[in-house]
């Protein structure tokens, strides 16, 4: 039965990232299915704080759904932004002074590999916000993101979910161009 969750979380998040990439509204209600089913996934293998950011995402995909689908007023609209290094910076110092404070406080718990989970979980709450606000930078946090979510699966013995996020890191690339292309556009 588990197998078969991972699966399907697996499908709908290939499906979320694929459509997000796109800039396509339709991507928030493949990310909030798939995240829901990481939820149980990720507490049944104590990784508490992942469950934590599986449940922001499903919350963000409404939000993002929302925002993504204002159509009765043009300017009301969102379109693709740049932050600026400054505002990145910031964004990184923030996250970077909260990875070890989550790591510890949660390791308490028994969350396993619990800097690994904190670092995933802080910067994925970082992106996610940029994602819903149409930040260009958000693939690149995704990039790194991505990578690092790869190697904590794949020590968890969540291999689909570690090919998954390698998928993500590849898709998060050209998502970072496609938004790119049509920022200059």
């Given amino acids: 039965m588990e197998t078969y969750l991972e699966y399907s979380a697996v499908v709908f998040g290939v ?8 800039s396509v509204v339709w991507c928030w209600p493949m990310g909030i299915i798939s995240s829901a089913l990481y939820i149980y996934i990720n507490f049944t293998h104590q990784l508490f704080q992942d469950a934590i950011l599986q449940t922001y995402y499903v919350l963000a995909g409404f939000y993002g759904w929302w925002l993504w689908s204002k159509k009765e007023n043009a300017e009301e609209k969102i379109s693709i932004n740049s932050f600026s290094w400054s505002q990145n910076l910031k964004l990184i110092f923030w996250g970077a002074v909260l990875v070890p404070v989550f790591g510890f ?7 396993s590999l619990s800097y690994f989970d904190a670092a995933v979980t802080i910067f994925s709450f970082i992106a996610t916000w940029m994602t819903t606000k149409k930040i260009l930078e958000n693939w690149l946090y995704w990039i790194i993101i991505d990578l690092v979510a790869a190697i904590m699966y794949i020590i968890k013995g969540l291999h ?7 998928f993500f890191a590849v ?8 938004w790119r292309k049509k920022m200059n556009v």
């Fill in 105 to 111: 406080v949660f390791a308490k718990f028994g969350n």
């Fill in 171 to 178: 898709i998060a690339a050209y998502g970072y161009f496609e």
């Fill in 15 to 22: 499906l979320y990232v694929l459509l997000a990439s796109r």
């Fill in 160 to 166: 689909a979910t570690s090919a998954l996020y390698l």
